[in-house]
């Protein structure tokens, strides 16, 4: 059987100089988020869409709470090919892509259906087009976690209180900017040592959405919340640009199918449960949220904020430009 399904590949690959043949493949998924992040359900599901897309030709092994490095070391191993996949925050990748910062722009958004609505434009759809270049990687599509907020260990009345305050940020330009803007002190961290950091005081305070404020309990260690909605945090879907060059055109589509369907669920998900899970913060015994806590709050910083990042991605006017219609 063995030597028939090889004479069988041989005779093909003579047949159709060029073309690549359908073979198996368990994609290799690296993620920074634990396994009861949305992201990482939606990495299982979209293992077995693969399985279906593909006739069990595909599947998806994943990699959770950054077991292969923070998003840096992932994004080295996407590039020499070692890792197939990672799902990685656009916050991660704006280093190698200033234009991915203007997802980052604060207060760009009002809320979380309308960051859908950015994930989906082409504007954003385009900014992918210099990951190849940029990383060695294929965006496959966007996703997201939910909206941005403050956590603080002391009590905030104003902006002045969060002055000199060390914050921990993901490591990225934009957010480190921001933070500097308003007096903070930003300490870049991944996520999976922010638990630690927060328990052990290294930290004052954090910016994190919803979504793994619940997963990781960090209102253990922090007891006061600002609702600001600052930001929208995005996603991309990744794949090695070396593992892409070496599949079949029929195969590029069902990874791309199979990727942009879990992506669109992604999304859907977070719209869908972020105002559910602000319920069940609020229901966090000693935990005080503040709502409602617009930019002004933080005086002129969107004005400042554009000002540096104009300079460096026509994306931050064509995105306020586009957000201004929603
Ligand atoms: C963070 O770095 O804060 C983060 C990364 C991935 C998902 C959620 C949060």
């Not at 634990?34 to 992201?39: A, E, G, L, Q």
């Not at 080295?76 to 910062?101: E, F, I, Y």
């Not at 190849?132 to 909206?147: D, F, I, K, N, R």
């Not at 589509?253 to 869908?272: E, G, L, N, W, Y």
Request: overall charge negative.
């Amino acid at each position: 059987m063995l030597k028939l399904t090889t004479a069988l590949a041989v005779t093909l690959a003579v047949a159709l100089p060029g073309a690549l043949l359908a073979q198996d493949k368990t994609f290799r998924v690296g993620l920074i988020t634990p396994p009861v992040h949305v992201w990482n359900k939606e990495v299982d599901a979209m293992g077995v869409t693969l399985g279906e897309m593909s006739g069990g030709r595909m599947a998806v092994t994943a990699f959770p709470s950054g077991q292969l490095g923070n998003e840096e070391t992932m994004l080295q191993q996407l590039q020499t090919g070692a890792l197939d996949m990672a799902w990685l925050t656009t916050a991660g990748l704006t280093v190698r892509v200033p234009d991915l910062g203007a997802l980052h722009a604060p207060f760009l958004v009002d809320n979380i259906a309308d960051a859908a609505k950015v994930l989906r434009s082409d504007e954003a759809r385009e900014i992918l087009d210099a990951l190849p270049a940029a990383t060695g990687t294929v965006g496959l599509c966007y996703a997201m976690t939910g909206m941005r907020q403050i956590m603080t260990k002391t009590p905030i009345a104003s902006a002045q209180d969060l002055n000199g305050l060390r914050f921990r940020i993901t490591p990225a330009p934009p957010i480190q900017n921001f933070f500097e803007m308003f007096g903070a002190a930003p300490a870049p961290m991944p996520l999976t040592q922010v638990y630690d950091a927060l328990a052990n005081g290294q930290i004052d305070a954090i910016d994190m959405d919803h979504e793994s404020i619940l997963n990781f309990g960090y209102f253990d260690h922090a007891k006061n919340m600002l609702e600001t909605n600052h930001q929208m945090f995005g996603m991309v879907a990744l794949i090695s640009g070396r593992v892409w060059a070496q599949l079949s055109d029929e195969d590029k589509k069902i990874v791309q199918d199979a990727a942009q369907k879990h992506c669109d669920q992604t999304i859907d998900r977070f719209v869908s449960e972020e105002d559910s899970k602000l319920d069940r913060l609020k229901a966090v015994e000693g935990l005080t949220i503040t709502e409602d806590v617009g930019s002004e709050f933080f005086g002129d910083i969107v004005t400042r904020w554009d000002a540096e990042w104009a300079a460096k991605t026509p994306y931050v006017a064509r995105l306020r430009a586009l957000t201004a219609a929603f």
